[in-house]
């Protein structure tokens, strides 16, 4: 019994295959199943240290993360930003390579900079994750997504996935739409034309600003959240006009057909993308998406993990 | 497994169709006779050849005792001792067993017994699903070279071997006769 695995970092969608994609997929089931289990610890990484490397802000991500490592037997360290030393004027490499010095098996990277996950992946003998890297990727978000998509139906070839909300500054989007095209999905994506600029065709999506056009084509909705924090002023006039032209409000959601799945990488801001009576209503997946999380971690943290130390 | 190699090393058979059939057919006898509380058997069969081995032996069963026994699933790759020292890391498959385990008596069922390190490991990955009556094992070859104190319950056939040797079960092709077979390297 071989693998069909053979990468030590995880660090986008894009480079992966269809097959690889699968293969986390596939992987993903036994360790879903361990969630169901009386002890919902396996050994399989015993022995190993996973440092949570988070350079940007982030509870759910981190703690999801921590949690696999935890259901792999495996230790855990938490540096964040203002814990480290980077704040002294350390560079990222040398805190790196300090962890490394220590014998940290694996290494999960949150990072403001595109590309740090593969700066250090590169270097280090350790196992790199990435965990989001600026607007570049964050692929165990988009593994969830393809995860929670293919258990509710059953495939993702064929479907119809909208990606509504600031596509262009998502790490979420872009790995939605690398992992999703591979598969045989059609994608379409949907917002103001400052934030879902025509270029994005490229990546082999379709581009739409009228929102009530799509929907009631849609398989799957994936909101995404509106990141104030990043957003520029120019960008879009307000949160008010945003909600009126693209929230998934009650009465957009009829438009939606009957089986249609909501999606939300979280946190969601009620009444902004989505209205808190469509986030709790029955075709919301939102919850399913978090505990497929830490499923998907553990296999992505057990096969990048297994083949480092191999 | 599936594909027989034609280079050097030669293939001595060892087991045709009917002679697994028979093997497993009197495995299925002695479960019945060591296990008067047969309804509370659970065949635990591990992927891939010990699912399709325990399905075999709870067939032979239902038609000798008129009754369906539980069958399930033991994947071990997440619990063996020796990931990161292996080249290449084992597929792991979702296990499935009927829950609780509390009174039941689990039987470990695989193709081949060796080492005894798979074994260890379908326990411990059987105690984290609770805590069954007993486990038994069994096994459809015997092959020897123990490396940890794990005796089976129920034998197909004892094939004393070297180490060097390599021993290749076939069972449940779709296209090709089951068979087992010694490969002399």
Known sequence: MSTRWSRKDLLGLRELSAEEINFILETTDAFKQVGTREIKKVPALRGKTLVNFFIE???????????????????????????????????????????EALHADILVLRHSSAGAPQFLGNRLKA?????????????????????????????????????????????????????????????TLVGPSTLVPREFEKLGVEVSHKIDNVLPNADVVNLLRIQHERQRKEYFPGIGEYTRFFGLTKERAKLL???????????????????????????????????????????????CGGIATA | MKQRKQNSS?????????????????????????????????????????VEIAKRIADFIRG????????????????RDDVGTRPELPVVRASKLPVPLEERTVIIVDDVLYTGRTVRAAMDAINSFGRPAQIQLAALIDRGHR????????VGKN???????????????????????????
């Not at chain 1, 059953?154 to 790490?171: E, N, P, T, W, Y």
């Not at chain 1, 919850?287 to 057990?302: E, I, P, S």
């Not at chain 2, 001595?12 to 509370?40: G, K, S, T, W, Y």
């Not at chain 2, 699933?73 to 619990?79: E, F, P, Q, R, Y």
């Open chain 1, 257 to 303: 057909k009957a089986d249609c799945l909501i999606m939300h990488p979280g946190p969601i801001n009620r009444g902004v993308e989505i209205d808190s009576e469509v986030a709790d209503g029955l075709q919301s997946v939102i919850l399913d998406q978090v505990t497929n999380g830490l499923a998907v971690r553990m296999a992505v943290l057990y096969l």
């Open chain 1, 127 to 187: 196992s790199v994750i990435n965990a989001g890297d600026g607007a570049h990727e964050h692929p165990t978000q988009a593994l969830l997504d393809l995860y929670t998509i293919r258990e509710k139906r059953g495939k993702i070839a064929g479907l119809h996935v909208v990606i509504i909300g600031d596509i262009l500054f998502s790490r979420v989007a872009r790995s939605n739409i690398f992992g999703l095209v591979k598969l045989g999905a059609r994608v």
């Open chain 2, 159 to 185: 094939l004393p071997t070297a180490a060097n040797e390599k021993v290749r079960v076939r069972i449940g092709s779709i296209n090709e006769p089951d068979g087992v077979w010694l490969i002399k390297e």
């Open chain 2, 64 to 79: 000798i005792e008129k009754i369906d026994i539980d069958t399930g699933i033991i994947d071990v790759a997440m619990h």
């Open chain 2, 10 to 50: 030669a293939a001595v058979p060892i087991m045709d169709a009917e002679a697994i059939r028979r093997a497993l057919q009197r495995i299925a006898h002695e479960i019945i006779e060591r296990n008067p509380q047969l309804a509370q058997v659970v065949l635990a069969g591990i992927p891939s050849r010990g």
């Open chain 2, 147 to 154: 490396e940890l104190p794990i005796r089976a319950d129920y």
């Open chain 1, 57 to 99: 802000p982030s509870t759910r991500t981190r703690t999801s993360f921590e949690l696999a490592a935890f259901r792999l037997s495996a230790d855990v360290i938490n540096i964040s930003a203002t814990t480290s030393s980077l704040t002294k004027g350390e560079t990222l490499k040398d805190t790196a390579r300090n962890l």
